[in-house]
C-alpha cells in the first residue's frame, strides 16, 4: 500500500475546495491535493446553483464575507482567467406587514458596514415597480450592486486556476480517516492509497457529515434537494433585480427569460435528484402569477434538482477544527445555499487558519465548531 505526503489533503473538489486550494497555492503552500470522486460535478450542488450573490444579511460576517467575495468576482477574470459573467442587477427583499422591524434592523447594519442600500416603503415600491403586485408589500431593501453570476464558471475557474498554481486533484473516494492523538494522520482512499497530511480540510458539501463520521466528528448537516426553473414571457419585463418575497420566491433575469424557485424547507432530508414536476406546477408558477401578473403566461423551458448542505442547527456555515480532538481537521460545509457566494472569502479564511493558525482579515470565529458542540445557533434574521 503506497502512501504519500502532503501539507494540504482537501476532501471535495467542489467550489469550495478548489477556492481553498487556490488561496493556499497563492500563499505558497508546497504540497496541496484535492480529492475528488467526480471531476464531471454530475451532482455537486454549485453547478446548479442560483447564482445570486447578495450583501442583504443580519449577520456581519455574512455581510463582509459578501463584500469580499462580490469584488473578488468582479475581477475573477483578472484572477484566474475565467469570466464568470457577473450581472450587476441588485437585489430587492419585500415583507408584509409585520416584518418591518427585521428588515430594517438589517438595512440598519448593512448600511453601518458600508452597503450600498435603500430601504423602500410600500409607495416607493409601488411606483419604481408598477408590474409586481405589491397591495400586500410594506417595505423593501434594495442592494443595487448586488447580483448573480455563472455558477459553473466560478468552479470551474477555481479548479483551473488551483492547478495552474501546483494543485494536485485525485480522482477518488476517502473511504478512511486515521487518526493519533487530537491528529488527523491519513486519509484512505478507494483506489487503496493513503494520503499522509499535515492538515485536512473537509470540504465535503453534502457528504461533509459522513466524511467527518469517520474521524468521529459529529456534524448538523444534511442533503436537502431544491429545485430550479427557467422560463420565459412572451414580452419581457423591464430591467429587474433579483427579487425575495415572503414566500421565499426567488425570481431573476437570466438570458432571455428568468431563473425562478421555490425552496421549500420541510424537504425530507437525503440525497435525492429527482425531479417533481408537480412542485412547479402546484406552488412555484401560482406564487410567480400572484407576485408578478406576467408570468401568468409563462413557459417553462428547463428544470433541475440540486442539493443544498444544509446547516440543521442555524442556516450558516460550520468553519474551523475541533480544538483539542482534531485540531489539523478542518471542516467547511453547511452553507445551506450560501457557498458559491461566499466560496473566495471561505477560501481566503482556510489558509488563514491553516498557515497563520488564525483569521486575519475577517474574523469568522462565531462560525466554528463549538457553537455546534455548546448548541449555541447562530443564525440569520429576516428573509433568507
Known sequence: MSTTRQDVAIIGGGVIGCAAAYFLKLVGVGRVTVIEPDPTYAKASSPVATGGCRRLFARPENIRMSQFSIDFFKAFETHTDVDVQWKEGGYLFVVTAGHEKVLEQNYRTEKDLGVKVELLGAKEIAKRYPWMRNDDLALGVLSPEDGWLDPNSVLQG???KAQALGAAFVKDRVVDVYTSGSRVTELEIGSGQRIEA???????????????????????????RRFEH?????????????????????IRPEGKGYAVGLVDGREPRGFNYEL???????????????????????KLKREWAGLYDECELDGNMILGNWPGRLDNFYVACGFSGHGLMHAPAVGRALAELIVKGRFETLDLARMNYQRVLDKKPYGETGIL
Do not use: H
Open 230 to 250: 427557467y422560463v420565459e414571457l412572451g414580452d419581457p419585463l423591464p430591467p429587474m433585480p433579483l427579487i425575495k418575497d415572503p414566500e421565499r420566491l426567488v
Open 158 to 160: 477555481f479548479r483551473k
Open 198 to 224: 499535515e492538515t485536512v480540510i473537509n470540504a465535503a458539501g453534502c457528504w461533509a457529515a459522513s466524511v467527518a463520521k469517520l474521524a468521529g466528528m459529529d456534524l448538523p448537516v444534511n442533503p436537502m
Open 276 to 298: 417533481d414536476p408537480s412542485w412547479f406546477e402546484r406552488v412555484v408558477w401560482p406564487a410567480l402569477a400572484s407576485r408578478i401578473p406576467a408570468f401568468e403566461k409563462l
